[in-house]
């Protein structure tokens, strides 16, 4: 992989990419080798309990910030950057405290609306501490992501994703809580990416209570756009990326969650192992050709060469060959994941190269655009689960049509993306 991408990217842009590459190739790696392991100590039910457990999350955590970690990119001063990281992370510790107090409320009605297979899941009260994590992950991403922190970036997913692996299968081996052991090993990844991450950047928490509401109130107010359009826009892309979960729940069971949640996982690990690091990369490089030309569709079009280039090799195989590899790989009892696989291949593909580049919007301050574009991708997601349920269609059926209506949507957003590049941020 780091031949290909040596021939590709050459640039300190591609360097930059290179180090975040190598960081996430080695956790995915991590995550491939031991998969087949812990599909053999825990059940597709467990895996599915997770994967619910990872949606609801992935929803409230990403955005628990209100979207402002978004801005620690834009200020010319690095004093107004950590004064929007505190505000940030005083908005996702307060919802967190919500959070917690409305699932120790109302813990059986949640547990009963989620359909588990548990008659306790004590797994829901790791959940407000689990969004907290998330939320101060993406703060402390931005901020070493605006300080050209890539090995600490890197460092970070391989320390996640290896404590992780280590956690889950200590207790998968001892059978130690198999219907949670997966959820605490993502717990702990938690915690120790983001002590990763602190090491090279100044967030300082008796720095952040010593600053007042009047303290932050300019740069509340200056980035305001974020929480009124890039909140709601992301709130809409998360539930539609983690949605599938727990609607597949509803519908047909958590069986077919766990059979999904691994080819969504498995099929959608080049997305996590280049897209998001190049995206990463992309932005602050985007970010710096807006401030010095006023748009940057240099970036972009080299971006998306080297997207394209990227996504033929690893794509196209994967929708011949997965319905055979992943029953030898994963076990029998993972045939229907292999089936699944080939279809969503397809999704994959195209959302690699469009979610990459949709960080555009919030480089041009476009925010209103990325509120539409996914309200859009929710109310298709939606609309796909209303048809499947309305006209029963069985799993597989659900799943290519799942896969083709927002492959079309995804190809339509990064025509968006493509002519807002050329625009000139206000």
């Not at 640039?11 to 599909?39: D, Y």
């Not at 994941?337 to 190269?353: E, N, S, T, Y």
Request: hydrophobic share 50%; with cysteine.
């Amino acid at each position: 992989m780091k031949k290909i991408f040596n021939k590709i990217f050459r640039s300190e842009f591609n360097k930059n990419v290179l180090i975040l590459s190598s960081g996430t190739a080695i956790s995915q790696f991590i995550l491939v080798l031991i998969s087949p392991v812990l599909t053999r100590l825990y059940t597709p039910e467990a895996f599915g309990a997770f994967a619910v457990f990872l949606s609801i999350t992935a929803i409230i955590g990403s955005n628990i910030n209100l979207k402002y970690e978004q801005a620690i990119m834009l200020p010319k001063e690095e004093s107004d950057a950590y004064k929007i990281a505190y505000l940030a992370n005083y908005l996702n510790f307060i919802i967190s405290l919500i959070i917690f107090i409305c699932i120790v409320i109302f813990f059986d009605p949640i547990a009963n609306a989620l359909n588990i297979e548990s008659s306790k899941p004590i797994w829901l009260y790791f959940i407000p501490l689990a969004t907290y994590f998330i939320g101060f992950n993406t703060v402390l991403i931005n901020l070493n992501n605006r300080f050209k922190n890539y090995k600490s970036m890197s460092g970070s997913v391989v320390i996640k994703n290896f404590s992780m692996t280590i956690v889950q299968l200590l207790f998968g081996f001892l059978k130690l809580l198999l219907d949670s052991g997966l959820i605490i090993g993502q717990f702990v990844a938690y915690i120790l990416g983001n002590r990763v991450l602190r090491l090279n950047v100044s967030f300082k928490y008796k720095e952040m209570i010593s600053y007042k509401y009047k303290d932050l109130k300019t740069v509340l107010h200056r980035y305001r756009d974020f929480p009124r359009y890039a909140f709601p826009a992301g709130l809409a892309n998360a539930t539609t990326l983690n949605i599938s979960n727990l609607l597949i729940t509803s519908i047909y069971s958590v069986n077919d969650v766990g059979q999904f949640s691994l080819a969504n996982r498995i099929i959608g690990a080049p997305n996590v192992l280049i897209a998001q690091s190049v995206s990463q990369v992309y932005y602050q490089k985007a970010c710096e050709e807006i401030k010095i030309r006023g748009n940057c569709k240099s970036i972009f079009l080299s971006t998306l060469k080297k997207l394209i280039v990227l996504v033929v090799p690893i794509y196209i195989p994967l929708i011949f060959v997965s319905k055979w590899i992943f029953p030898f790989i994963f076990g029998l009892d993972w045939v229907d994941a292999g089936v699944f696989a080939g279809f969503l291949a397809i999704l994959m593909a195209v959302r690699f190269v469009s979610s990459t580049l949709s960080v555009t919007i919030n480089a041009v301050e476009k925010q209103k655009i990325g509120l539409i574009t996914n309200i859009i991708l929710l109310f298709i997601n939606l609309a796909t689960f209303g048809t499947a349920y309305f006209l029963k269609l069985n799993i597989l059926n659900f799943i290519i049509l799942y896969s083709l209506s927002l492959t079309v949507a995804y190809a339509i957003f990064l025509i968006i993306y493509y002519k807002i590049a050329f625009c000139t941020r206000q």
